[in-house]
Nanobody
Framework: QVQLVESGGGLVQPGGSLRLSCAAS????????MAWYRQAPGKQREWVGS???????SIAESVKGRFTISSGNAKNTVFLQMSSLRPEDTAVYYC???????????????WGQGTQVTVSS
């Protein structure tokens, strides 16, 4: 069974930086794409960005210029580098991965716990 595990969240002051990681286990074939989402309290989950593994990344307008997505050297890993963080970036951050044409979490509706990012002074 494939598992996606996010890490790297925490409490940071406005203007600070964090680097989130997402690693997959239990998969012997590479994903074709990975993505980051976030969900703030009382709001719907929103797409933050995605990357076609071995190719280009796309990022949401709300975080463009501040967040960067990259894939790791190890298979099935993705990072979200966040800088110039704002209080409105406070949310639980989740990753997702596409194998073939199916997104593991988005298509199943099972998102796991994610990693909490809190931006506050």
């Amino acid at each position: 069974q494939v598992q996606l595990v996010e890490s790297g969240g925490g409490l940071v002051q406005p203007g600070g930086s964090l680097r989130l990681s997402c690693a997959a286990s239990g998969m012997i074939h590479s994903f074709t794409a990975m993505a980051w989402y976030r969900q703030a309290p009382g709001k719907q989950r929103e797409w933050v960005g995605s990357i076609l593994l071995g190719s280009r990344a796309s990022i949401a307008e709300s975080v463009k210029g501040r967040f960067t997505i990259s894939s790791g050297n190890a298979k099935n890993t993705v990072f979200l580098q966040m800088s110039s963080l704002r209080p409105e970036d406070t949310a639980v951050y989740y990753c997702d991965a596409r194998y073939g044409s199916a997104w593991l979490r988005g298509d199943s509706g099972s998102w796991g716990q994610g990693t909490q990012v809190t931006v506050s002074s």
